[in-house]
């Protein structure tokens, strides 16, 4: 039972680490809070959903059209969005604010286009139970922390070993010197939105199949656990988000089965208040020093 309850665990905090991966990689380059990351993972999900059932059954091109229109939701949500306001050199609550009306616009026009109910989603990944001693295992699971392993290892292998990824860490560490050196800035920061985007969409589409559901509050909620999931790991650090994501999707799973389910959300902000106060700058951050 334990062993099972640990697996559902590590199955959505390995969701919740994807999210937290772009949440993370955006507030690196830009030091911007984005609320619109878990609408757009809802949309994601959502996409996915409307496409599949428009081209009845054809899962892997509806997966891959929801893939590339978030993320050209994530490059517009940056071009349009943002890019004016860093012109106009705008101070960091502005893009905050910006990006949370561009979560609740995502938010009514999914309500507007599929309603507030919640709607059954298809679980194309389920291909039975497998027995592991005396644990059984869904093979939805074991697909969905195959999938989320890959894309972790491989944004970290494009983030510390690509010329893109020393462009975005050169970015983030400071955007005039990057210009200096003949880095596109407003390229990379749009990338970084669209790499994001594409992440917290196959999150959605993810945790929709393992569900089997979808409805119109899941953006909220997930948003809120990103948030304490890169809060946990330290906010910035794309390891860090991962093992933040992976332990809130465990303790979360843990505590709805041997407390109350009803307590689930509630565990994501209990880690978030507690890491502030214990150590504010996460279990991998480190403590800036300002020299004069």
Do not use: W
């Amino acid at each position: 039972m334990l062993l099972e309850q640990i697996l559902n665990g590590l199955t959505i905090g390995s969701t919740y680490a994807l999210v937290a991966i772009g949440f993370s990689m955006v507030f690196g380059v830009l030091e911007l809070v984005n609320f619109a990351n878990g609408s757009v993972y809802m949309l994601g999900g959502y996409i996915t959903l409307m496409v599949y059932l428009g081209l009845e059954g054809h899962f892997l091109l509806a997966f891959t059209i929801s893939i590339i229109a978030t993320g050209a939701v994530g490059f517009c949500l940056d071009r349009f969005g943002l890019r004016r306001l860093r012109i106009k050199k705008a101070p960091k609550l502005t893009g905050l604010i910006t990006t949370m009306g561009i979560a609740t616009v995502i938010d009514n026009v999914i309500l507007l286009f599929f309603g507030s109910q919640t709607k059954p989603y298809p679980n194309i990944i389920d291909f039975g139970k497998i027995k592991i001693g005396n644990t059984t295992v869904n093979s939805s699971q074991l697909i969905i922390l195959a999938v989320a392993l890959v894309l972790m290892v491989l944004l970290s292998a494009v983030t510390y070993k690509t010329k893109f990824g020393k462009a975005m860490r050169c970015t983030a560490q400071n955007a005039d010197a990057a210009k200096l050196m003949g880095i596109n800035v407003n390229l990379i920061i749009s990338l970084t939105f669209v790499i994001a985007s594409m992440l917290a969409s196959i999150a959605g589409t993810l945790v929709g199949m393992y569900y089997q559901s979808i409805d119109i509050n899941t953006g909220f909620a997930v948003g809120m656990k990103t948030m304490a999931s890169a809060v946990l790991g330290g906010v910035g650090i794309l390891p860090g988000a991962m093992v933040g994501g992976l332990l809130v999707g465990l303790f979360e799973t843990l505590g709805a089965s041997y407390i109350s389910s009803g307590y689930r959300d509630a565990i994501a902000f209990a880690i978030l208040i507690l890491v502030i106060l214990i150590k504010p700058a996460g279990l991998f951050g480190r403590k800036k020093i300002n020299k004069v």
